[in-house]
């Protein structure tokens, strides 16, 4: 090797010894002329090469054991979630009415979601009856409300994380200190608003596809309540 394609930085040895990994095999005489210091706060004794690479490894492998222990919770927690999310649509699908639908709605994602409030706020204008209105945790939006109703109910996907005071009271009421919350978008006809006190409960980046499939399947059962209004009309 000439002087001029003699690596003379850093990085320059550093990648000359990623693209020759067998260097130390064709130069065995270097490896005695090294010279490896204990990392800061060590014995300050040196160490082999061979002991840095063990001691590297076993870094290595215990991030990778965790890596994969974090991996097994989420997979484990999302097979819990999965069967949660079966039952529930298994009763959802089989209430006898659109009253019985939103209750048994609130009454799980209370129980197995640790929800604190769920609510149905649903845009004006709409097909809307007065069993349907007639719903605890169902109500049609008022006039001043329509416009952040609006901006809700066309996200894109499912929002979670902490409220404006605006978003707060057009979606709960304030008797029930929420303090995160999952807002699921239902295209034109509103929102369905899941609300925790806990303020870690519903954060942004957390998934969103138990949400996603929730949204579709409350927007169903609206969609097939008009249908049957319409019919008996």
């Known amino acids: 090797m000439n002087k001029d394609s003699t690596p003379s930085t850093d990085q320059q040895v550093i990648d000359h010894l990623r693209q020759h990994p067998d260097f130390f095999l064709k130069h065995a005489e270097l490896l005695s002329r090294l010279h490896l210091?204990?990392?800061?706060?060590?014995?300050?004794?040196t160490t082999s090469l061979g002991q840095r690479q063990v001691a590297i490894l076993r870094d290595q492998v215990a991030a990778l054991e965790e890596q994969l222990?974090?991996?097994?919770?989420?997979?484990s927690g999302n097979e819990k979630l999965l069967g949660r999310w079966h039952d529930l649509t298994l009763g959802l699908f089989s209430a006898l009415d659109v009253a019985g639908f939103f209750d048994l709605l609130d009454e799980r994602l209370r129980e197995d979601f640790q929800a604190d409030a769920v609510n149905i706020v649903l845009a004006g204008g709409q097909d809307l009856d007065e069993n349907l209105l007639s719903i605890s945790?169902?109500?049609e939006a008022e006039a001043g409300e329509e416009k952040l109703l609006s901006e809700l109910a066309t996200l894109k996907a499912p929002y979670c994380g902490r409220l404006t005071q605006a978003k707060n009271t057009l979606l709960f009421k304030s008797s029930d200190n929420i303090a995160?919350?999952?807002?699921?978008?239902l295209k034109s006809q509103g929102v369905?608003?899941?609300?925790s006190q806990d303020e870690?409960?519903?954060a942004p980046g957390m998934g969103v596809l138990?949400?996603?499939l929730l949204g579709k399947t409350v927007l169903?059962?609206?969609?097939?309540h008009v249908r049957d209004m319409r019919k008996r009309a």
């Open 69 to 75: 222990q974090h991996l097994t919770s989420v997979a």
């Open 220 to 224: 169903w059962r609206l969609q097939q």
């Open 192 to 195: 369905l608003a899941i609300g």
């Open 210 to 212: 138990f949400l996603e």
């Open 37 to 45: 210091h204990a990392a800061p706060g060590g014995s300050g004794k």
């Open 180 to 185: 995160s919350a999952a807002i699921v978008p």
């Open 200 to 202: 870690h409960r519903f």
């Open 137 to 139: 945790n169902v109500r």
